[in-house]
């Protein structure tokens, strides 16, 4: 860490901005949790969903964003609340938070990807994607796990031991170096790469068997709208990793205006990959209708008691 980033990180402009942050973390974890814990309640409570692919998927990437967000309100109050936690303590609160931050987009590739095999190649996939599935979602946790921890070794290597105890007032940036910066952009333009190589050849092979004509315009609305969403995730992670942490007005400003736009599609994220699908919506109207119901006999029956 240098110093012109420590004297950075004890200015009252960051202080602020995790003020910010914290309070739009808050917003998104609970709305982000609300959705997940319907749409996993609706999973959990159906056999032939549970053991599907693309919902086991789809759950983890649920997981994924109301623990990104939950652990984005701890690490951003303590910033903000001035904690005056040990170095290493925060660096761990960041570290599980950009692990599962990592985790939301190698979900979506593996659901683009799975997709595809779907709808490219019907008759082997699904045994294959069947028998490997657990062993693709733990070797993934087991890459990013290893690569952060390298990082941070990378990273750790400058302050002793008795730094890394130290408290702070305000918890630092950490990984703003070029090296962690570097194998950022590589992972995400890898992940990026499978889930445009993916769409295009879904809509490639859509468009052929006339998926795509003018009377399906849902199946062409769920396409580009998964691309806008996936635009308001890469590229503000892009400008971040690629900005890294300056001091100024000016980039504090711009900081906040691309966490923003990057919120919005955290938040929006369970409703595009949950809620747009069909059979969810249609298993989410009838589990709303057996709570009204429910909750309406136990009125009745109370009254009549």
């Not at 595009?272 to 209708?289: A, D, T, V």
Request: hydrophobic share 50%.
């Amino acid at each position: 860490m240098n110093v012109s980033s420590e004297h950075c990180n004890m200015s009252d402009w960051l202080r602020l901005e995790a003020t910010v942050k914290a309070s739009v973390y808050v917003v998104a974890f609970s709305f982000a949790t609300l959705i997940t814990v319907i749409i996993i309640t609706i999973v959990l409570q159906n056999s032939k969903l549970r053991k599907e692919v693309r919902y086991i998927l789809l759950c983890h990437h649920l997981l994924c964003i109301s623990s990104y967000c939950g652990l984005g309100v701890v690490f951003q109050g303590m910033r903000a609340f001035l904690a005056n936690s040990p170095v290493l303590v925060c660096w761990v609160v960041f570290g599980a938070q950009l692990s599962v931050g990592e985790g939301i987009l190698f979900t979506l590739a593996l659901m683009a990807a799975h997709t595809y095999l779907v709808i490219c190649w019907p008759l082997t996939s699904v045994s294959f994607v069947d028998s490997v599935k657990y062993k693709i979602l733990a070797g993934t946790w087991l890459i990013i796990i290893l690569k952060n921890a390298c990082l941070f070794l990378i990273e750790g290597t400058g302050p002793t031991q008795i730094a890394l105890l130290k408290s702070e007032p305000l918890c630092p940036v950490v990984l703003n170096g070029i090296p962690a910066r570097a194998i950022g952009m590589v992972f995400l333009f890898l992940l990026l790469s499978i889930i445009l190589v993916s769409y295009s050849l879904i809509y490639k092979e859509g468009k052929r068997a006339g998926h795509f004509n003018r009377s399906n315009i849902k199946a062409r609305k769920t396409v580009l709208i998964h691309l806008v969403q996936l635009g308001l995730h890469v590229i503000p992670t892009l400008l971040f990793i690629g900005l890294g942490k300056m001091c100024g007005v000016f980039f504090f400003a711009l900081n906040l205006v691309l966490f923003g736009v990057f919120a919005f599609a955290q938040c929006f994220n369970p409703l595009i990959y949950g809620l747009w699908n069909r059979e969810l919506q249609s298993r989410l109207y009838h589990w709303m209708c057996c709570q009204l119901w429910c909750g309406h006999c136990g009125v009745t029956s109370r009254v009549s008691v």
